[in-house]
């Protein structure tokens, strides 16, 4: 089965329902990010108490990256001790840096990644190409996070047109790098997921509590819950 993770989780109270729920990851962000109005972003004491709550499900630590500051952002990380450390990057981090978080048993994240239906797939991860069949490297993936309904229409719609972007594209590109994705899912695209991406490594859910944004694929944590169920 697929590495389940929920982004932007904001208390512990969602953390423990969430693991109840058999999600193996809890994301949670230390980021002040001026794109998200709904206030998800947390304390590094927060997420502290967050980690020590968790028995079953990892953590995983959004942090801005900064070749110039990462020692300070190894302070942070040092204290909480998440199991993945999360950067909204399009190019890796510093090996140094890299050789840092290994030698504290932390998996990288790369997240702020996207996929539009008309992109060339060679390029969506190529600046990652020396990354390629990695082991402690991830990439969160967007799919088509500029449409409506992106799963319907990646599955519908992008079919009618073999020059654009494809299913199978993504799961070629999965073959070569741990990969996790997001859509517009719902409960009833479970076995879809499954059929078209046999090779992807997880699926991310990311919260926003602000429908007025739609430049990415969010979901609202009341209406989680049975998706989530439907694994």
Known sequence: MY??????????AEAMELQKLGVNCIGISLLN???????R???????????????ESKLSIELEYSSNEFQEKMFIIEEIRPDFVQFNLREPIVN???HSL?????????????????DD?????????????????????????????????LKEECPKYPEELQMSDIDELAEDYKL????????????????????????????????????????EYENLESILTSF
């Open 180 to 219: 996790i994705v997001t859509s517009s899912f719902s409960e009833q695209d479970i076995d879809s997921i499954i059929d078209y991406l046999p090779n992807i490594s997880g699926i991310a859910f990311v919260l926003c509590n602000d429908p007025k944004k739609k430049d990415a694929n969010y979901f």
């Open 121 to 153: 797939p060679s390029w969506v991860l190529s600046s990652f190409e020396n990354l390629k069949g990695t082991e402690n490297n991830w990439f969160q993936l967007d799919l088509l996070p500029d449409i409506e309904n992106s799963w319907e229409f």
């Open 102 to 118: 290994e030698e504290l048993g932390c998996e990288v994240i790369y997240s702020g990644l996207e996929a539009s239906y008309d």
């Open 96 to 98: 140094t840096d890299l």
């Open 3 to 12: 590495f389940i993770k929920v982004d932007r989780v904001s208390s512990v």
């Open 33 to 39: 990010n001026d794109s998200f109005s709904d206030k």
């Open 41 to 55: 972003n947390i304390s590094s004491e927060e997420a502290k108490v967050i980690r020590q709550a968790l028995s």
